[in-house]
Structures are given as C-alpha cells and as structure tokens.
C-alpha cells in the first residue's frame, strides 16, 4: 500500500515559522487574478485574509470591493488581467483553482458579516477560529457553505435523465440538483428533489463524490441513482426541459470543471 500524496494547501490562521515565499489571490466582484507576491506589494493597505499556506507558501487574498481601497501598484495592467473564477479553471493546477475559489469565498463571508445579524453591532475577528464575533450579543458568524444535492439518474435500458435549467444561459442539459432543506438528509434531498423538479421516483441512492462550488459559497454532494418508477413530469418554474439521453446520442453537456461532467463522464464510461 502506498502512502497518499502530501496535502498541498493547509488552511490556516497563522503562519508557521518555517513558510516561505508568497501567493496572493486578488478579488474583485467574482473576479480573480493569482500572483506569486506578497499582498503589501500589490496593494498595500487593502482588506488582506490569511488562508494558509501552499507548498510551504503563505497564502492571501486581497478583497478589491468597496470604498476607499487603493488601487494595485506596480503593472498598470494589472487590474485588466483579473478573470471570472470559472474561466480560471484550465489555466492552473487544480489545487490553484481551489485555492482561488476558497479565496472568493472567504472575501464574499467577510464582506457580509462586518455587522451582527442578530443586532446590527460591527462584528471582530474571533481569536483562534475562522469566525467573526459580535462583540455587543455574543453571536459568532461562520463561513457560510450551502449543501446541494446533484444526481445523475439510469434508467434500468441504460438512458440517463438530463434536465436544462430555465437559468442556463446556453441550451446545455445537467444533472438534476437542488438545495439541502433544513432537518434532510443528503439522500432524502436528493429524491424531494427528483420528484419536484422532474417528477420520478428512485430506487437506489449512491454517494460518489463532493465538491467545492464557490458560486459564491455552495458544496455540491454528488450522487448516482437508479430510476424506480414515473414519466418526466417537468416543474416548468425551473426545469424548461428534461429528456433521457443515450450515452452515444448526448446533447450539450456541463465543462469538465464541474461534478455534473464527473457524474456524466462516469456514466459514459459504464455505457459505452
């Protein structure tokens, strides 16, 4: 048996003593620009989160949002080279990738609990946790993460139910997911899901895998599911289409960065 590959990326709250050398990830309004540099070199003085640290690396992101916060020093051109956190996926490693969507993530929570919910008071750093703290009623505020189930359902022919959200902004079919409910289960959401959205009923309920969604704050929970009985019935408030597709015969599908292309491309491949 060999040993797992050493853990690149350690979340953080402070820096061990033996770190060395820097990246930052710079944010601005979902964009995300990575350098190899220190946050005071690139914009000294703008809000700067420790994440942790990369290889050994001290980690930061810089949050370009809001009033007051100076621009980036150095190449004019810099602030241009920022992209969407999607269009970033391809062009690094996906531990950068990641990284840059912990970023987001942790810039867009701090952005949105500087005040208590619970009173209105301006929150503070919680010493020794990633929290924030209201410092008036005591309530801590932890980065959020919204679970959502995604389920690639077979028939017992071996056709795949694909659905195309009426939000797509392209004619490309997905795996049916939706939102964990308060007091579900991850499997009990799944089928809730299912049978609003496309109106069948499962049998077996499989966990495959998870992942990470920063759009802004989601995990996505994958699952694979065997059809047990019912006609596609759309809920036409969400769904615009949904149809079972043969793995030889697919229309457009989901990139790879995402789970819903996992879930597919492993189907293909018992499939074909």
Same mark, same amino acid.
């Given at each position: 048996? =060999? &040993?797992?590959?050493?853990?690149?990326?350690?979340?953080?709250?402070?820096?061990?003593?033996?770190?060395?050398?820097?990246?930052?990830?710079?944010?601005?309004?979902?964009?995300?620009?990575?350098?190899?540099?220190?946050?005071? &070199?690139?914009?000294?003085?703008? /809000?700067?989160?420790?994440?942790? =640290?990369?290889?050994?690396?001290?980690?930061?992101?810089?949050?370009?949002?809001?009033?007051?916060?100076?621009?980036?020093?150095?190449?004019?051109? #810099?602030?241009?080279?920022?992209? /969407?956190? #999607?269009?970033?996926?391809?062009?690094?490693? &996906?531990?950068?990738?990641?990284?840059?969507?912990? %970023?987001? +993530?942790?810039?867009?929570?701090?952005?949105?609990?500087?005040?208590?919910?619970?009173?209105? =008071?301006?929150?503070?750093?919680?010493?020794?946790?990633?929290?924030?703290?209201?410092?008036?009623?005591? #309530?801590?505020?932890?980065?959020?993460?919204?679970? %959502?189930?995604?389920?690639?359902?077979?028939?017992?022919?071996?056709?795949?139910? #694909?659905?195309?959200?009426?939000?797509? /902004?392209?004619?490309?079919?997905?795996?049916?997911?939706?939102?964990?409910?308060?007091?579900? =289960?991850?499997?009990?959401?799944?089928?809730?899901?299912?049978?609003?959205?496309?109106?069948?009923?499962?049998?077996?309920?499989?966990?495959?895998?998870? +992942?990470?969604?920063?759009?802004?704050?989601?995990?996505?929970?994958?699952?694979?599911?065997?059809?047990?009985?019912?006609?596609?019935?759309?809920?036409?408030?969400?769904?615009?289409?949904? +149809?079972?597709?043969?793995?030889? &015969?697919?229309?457009?599908?989901?990139?790879?960065?995402?789970?819903?292309?996992?879930?597919?491309?492993?189907?293909?491949?018992?499939?074909?």
């Amino acid at each position: 048996m =060999t &040993d797992p590959p050493p853990t690149r990326f350690v979340p953080l709250l402070e820096l061990p003593d033996d770190w060395s050398g820097a990246v930052t990830v710079i944010v601005r309004d979902g964009h995300v620009l990575l350098l190899d540099e220190h946050p005071e &070199d690139v914009a000294p003085g703008a /809000p700067t989160l420790l994440l942790g =640290t990369l290889d050994g690396a001290g980690c930061w992101a810089i949050d370009l949002d809001g009033d007051g916060i100076p621009d980036l020093v150095g190449d004019p051109d #810099l602030a241009d080279a920022l992209i /969407p956190l #999607l269009s970033l996926h391809g062009r690094v490693d &996906d531990v950068r990738w990641t990284l840059a969507g912990r %970023a987001v +993530q942790l810039v867009e929570w701090e952005r949105t609990h500087r005040f208590c919910g619970r009173c209105g =008071t301006p929150t503070e750093e919680a010493p020794g946790e990633r929290a924030r703290r209201c410092p008036e009623c005591g #309530l801590f505020a932890f980065p959020r993460l919204a679970p %959502a189930v995604i389920v690639l359902i077979e028939r017992d022919d071996g056709a795949a139910l #694909l659905a195309r959200n009426r939000t797509f /902004p392209m004619p490309m079919y997905s795996c049916v997911a939706g939102f964990v409910e308060p007091g579900e =289960t991850l499997e009990e959401a799944v089928r809730r899901e299912v049978l609003e959205e496309v109106g069948v009923e499962l049998a077996e309920v499989r966990y495959v895998a998870s +992942q990470p969604w920063p759009f802004p704050h989601s995990l996505m929970i994958g699952f694979e599911a065997r059809w047990a009985s019912g006609d596609i019935v759309v809920d036409e408030t969400e769904i615009a289409d949904a +149809q079972w597709f043969r793995a030889d &015969d697919l229309p457009m599908v989901p990139p790879p960065v995402s789970i819903a292309r996992t879930l597919i491309d492993r189907w293909v491949s018992r499939s074909l």
